[in-house]
T-cell receptor, first 115, second 114 residues
């Protein structure tokens, strides 16, 4: 297992276009998280899944954002009608919940630039 | 709502100097605490974690952190830094109530001069 994989690593798009990011977690991990990170800030929570169920969504996740994890394995994060303010690094992390302990393993991120 | 404060945004040290990075959190319940590190060009990696037990936890590369519950703090320390410790350090907290939503601080950018 090579860890958490994210694709694409970089995406440049024009304002108004739709973009989709994919995350492949560590195979035995049942939880999957999406975070957003902008320059000078820490990762901001967007949403997370336990298996295929989306358990929590941040208020940061406007109706233009949607995330899915259809079979409890990989996940996609789609941003519709992108805006310049969406430019950020989108981070995926996964974890295996064990006895109340939960340690996130992060992917390298997908950097979005909206022109 | 939970929050995490990291007071030092940029720290510059010479090699062999001692390091202490502050982290305070705001949450009334039982928490798990973490320090993550992001080396230049790399992804976030776990440095150390506190779940329960001994409040002084040791992590990789000689780092340690002390959980002081009364002060809501989880400061990161290293007695002697190396040039290779140049990185950004993030403190994070998650509650143990079942949501397991990590809240991160804004990070501290450490530069170690050779």
């Amino acid at each position: 297992d090579t860890g958490v994989s994210q694709n694409p690593r970089h995406k440049i798009t024009k304002r108004g276009q739709n973009v989709t990011f994919r995350c492949d977690p560590i195979s035995e991990h049942n939880r999957l998280y999406w975070y957003r990170q902008t320059l000078g800030q820490g990762p901001e929570f967007l949403t997370y899944f336990q298996n295929e169920a989306q358990l929590e969504k941040s208020r940061l996740l406007s109706d233009r954002f949607s995330a899915e994890r259809p079979k409890g394995s990989f996940s996609t994060l789609e941003i519709q009608r992108t805006e310049q303010g969406d430019s950020a690094m989108y981070l995926c992390a996964s974890s295996l919940e064990e006895s109340g302990a939960n340690v996130l393993t992060f992917g390298a991120g997908s950097r979005l630039t909206v022109l | 709502a939970q929050s995490v404060s990291q007071h030092n945004h940029h720290v510059i040290l010479s090699e062999a100097a001692s390091l202490e990075l502050g982290c305070n959190y705001s949450y009334g319940g039982t928490v798990n605490l973490f320090w993550y590190v992001q080396y230049p060009g790399q992804h976030l990696q776990l440095l150390l974690k506190y779940f329960s037990g001994d409040p002084l936890v040791k992590g990789i590369k000689g780092f340690e952190a002390e959980f002081i519950k009364s002060k809501f703090s989880f400061n990161l320390r290293k007695p002697s830094v190396q040039w290779s410790d140049t990185a950004e350090y993030f403190c994070a907290v998650t509650d143990t109530s079942g949501t397991y939503k990590y809240i991160f601080g804004t990070g501290t950018r450490l530069k170690v001069l050779a």
